[in-house]
């Protein structure tokens, strides 16, 4: 190998390794603003389990500014349609004046359902992401993938597992003291 050929060699590594240090550091970002959001998603879940409901929290986002929240109301608003993901799209949609949410990511605590999933195909968001699966009943892969599926006009980049362990746990906690609460219900009455 003569000189030249090496000095080419050379500057071919030394471009793919600061490819591939800007690729790592603009995912390192992402991950950040994930983090981020997702935090805010939770802090909605927290106001469904306020009262009483399955603690599940939504946050949209666009151009890095939130311009939808929502938490599950199922029960308080006696409606199916009051799902976290619903609500917050509502108030997106409004704020775009549009019901394309085209450019928006959706951030998620719980794995979205059929209905939520495939409304977000419907208003062809870019991005879906999730906090923890919902294997019963989750629709952006669990029980089958809406989200990211072949056929459709529209399909959504979906990110998983960011602070998976809070949104759990925070759906466990109730569950937990829901069956405390039903269990002391059931002595009272004896
Ligand atoms: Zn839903």
């Known amino acids: 190998m003569n000189d030249s050929t090496e000095k080419r060699r050379q500057r071919f590594e030394e471009r793919q390794r600061r490819k591939e240090q800007a690729l790592a550091e603009a995912e390192a970002a992402q991950h950040k603003t994930d983090l981020r959001y997702m935090r805010q998603a939770l802090t909605q879940a927290r106001k469904a389990y306020a009262l009483g409901e399955v603690p599940i929290g939504c946050v949209i986002v666009y151009e890095d500014k939130v311009?939808?929240?929502?938490?599950?109301?199922?029960?308080?608003?006696?409606?199916?349609?009051?799902?976290?993901?619903?609500?917050?799209?509502?108030?997106?949609?409004?704020?775009?004046?549009?019901w394309r949410l085209e450019g928006c990511t959706f951030y998620v605590t719980l794995e979205p359902c059929q209905m939520c999933s495939g409304a977000i195909i419907q208003a062809r968001a870019d991005r879906v992401v999730i906090g923890c699966m919902n294997p019963k009943a989750g629709c952006g892969g669990s029980?089958?993938?809406?989200?990211?599926?072949?056929?459709?006009?529209?399909?959504?980049?979906?990110?998983?597992?960011?602070?998976?362990?809070?949104?759990s746990r925070m759906l466990k906690d109730f569950f937990k003291s829901l069956?405390?609460?039903?269990?002391?219900?059931?002595?009272?009455e004896l």
């Open 67 to 98: 311009i939808g929240r929502g938490y599950n109301r199922r029960n308080t608003d006696k409606s199916t349609l009051s799902h976290a993901e619903i609500t917050a799209m509502k108030k997106a949609a409004k704020y775009l004046d549009d």
């Open 143 to 167: 029980v089958m993938n809406i989200l990211e599926a072949d056929g459709f006009n529209h399909k959504a980049k979906v990110t998983r597992g960011i602070l998976e362990e809070e949104c």
């Open 179 to 188: 069956r405390q609460k039903l269990k002391t219900e059931d002595k009272d």
